[in-house]
């Protein structure tokens, strides 16, 4: 268990943009840029993009939680620096159709749990879609804000967003750039939690750790089903459903659980 507090203090010249944190099974990604709102960096989306690796890659890593320093999530790209190196006029010959620091085109094996207190906008309310539950402080802020810059959401907020939230409500938050409260960002289902401020993170991690207890193979099993039949006709959408299923069902946990609950003690899931 690392001993490193889950809220660092104020940044310290030296500290890199973005932390990564290991909680027992948890690994918890702290976006921290707090004197820019955590505005997006180069070396953050790099140090993101080696923590999902991080995630996939180390199968006793069972759930991990992306937040931000300072009292803030994530106010999107940064202006400023947009100002004297704009992102427009290094884009030809890429292929942006995958992100991977946002998890635009590509999504963890394992649950992402978001923890979001202050603004989450633009870029940040982009990264927040990729996220599989999200808890919010009361003064949380949302929004897709790129088109008041006459930006685009290339982070996938047009793609995502109305299949996410109602198509009327998305196309508002999208067209029109405004912010939304955290009330607001649960009554419309964008998040499914909203705590005291500064609750958040530890909301969070009681979520990421109840995940965490659970037959690892069943859980990835649900998401991957989740997301693979999205859009799906119902009967291809139960193939994929009973063909994840039963490799679980054929599982060593899957005789573990029932087992351990015959015998009155916590199943011990090794994850086969
Ligand atoms: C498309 C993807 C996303 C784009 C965007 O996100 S556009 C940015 C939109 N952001 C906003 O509209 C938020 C602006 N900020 C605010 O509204 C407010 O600051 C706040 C609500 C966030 C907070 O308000 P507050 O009152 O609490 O605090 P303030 O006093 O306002 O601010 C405090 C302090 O922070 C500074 N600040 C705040 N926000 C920002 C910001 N966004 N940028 C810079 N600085 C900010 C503020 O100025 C104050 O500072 P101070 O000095 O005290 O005055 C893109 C996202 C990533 C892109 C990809 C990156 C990699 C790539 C590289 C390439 O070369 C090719 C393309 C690409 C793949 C690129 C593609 C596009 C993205 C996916």
């Known amino acids: 268990m690392s001993a490193t507090p889950a809220h660092p203090p104020a940044q310290a010249t030296e500290e890199p943009d973005c932390l990564v944190e290991r909680h027992g099974q948890v690994l918890v990604v702290t976006l921290n840029r707090p004197a820019k709102r955590n505005a997006l960096s180069a070396e953050m989306m790099a140090i993101m993009k080696q923590a999902w690796d991080q995630v996939d890659e180390d199968d006793d890593i069972r759930a991990c939680v992306l937040t931000g320093a300072g009292g803030a999530f994530c106010a999107g790209a940064d202006l400023k620096a947009m100002t004297s190196s704009h992102p427009g006029d290094t884009t030809e010959g890429r292929d942006l159709s995958v992100i991977e620091p946002l998890l635009k085109g590509r999504r963890l094996t394992k649950p992402l749990i978001a923890a979001v207190e202050g603004p989450a906008v633009a870029g940040g309310t982009e990264i927040l879609q990729a996220t599989d539950i999200r808890v919010a402080g009361r003064g949380a ?44 960002a649960k009554e419309i289902g964008l998040i499914g939690r909203v705590v005291p401020d ?75």
């Open 141 to 184: 802020r949302f929004g897709v804000s790129e088109c008041k810059w006459g930006l685009f959401p290339l982070g996938g907020s047009a793609v995502r967003l109305p299949r996410q939230i109602p198509y009327t409500l998305a196309a508002e938050i999208l067209l029109t750039g405004r912010h939304l409260t955290a009330e607001e």
């Open 198 to 272: 500064g609750e958040a993170l530890s909301t969070a991690l009681e979520l990421a750790e109840a995940v965490a207890a659970n037959g690892p193979l069943a859980v990835r099993a649900i998401l991957r089903t989740m997301r693979e039949t999205e859009g799906m006709p119902e009967n291809d959408a139960f193939q994929v459903d009973t063909r994840l299923g039963l490799e679980v069902f054929r599982s060593a946990d899957a005789k573990e659980g029932p087992r351990a609950f015959a015998e009155k003690r916590t199943p011990h899931f090794r994850g086969r």
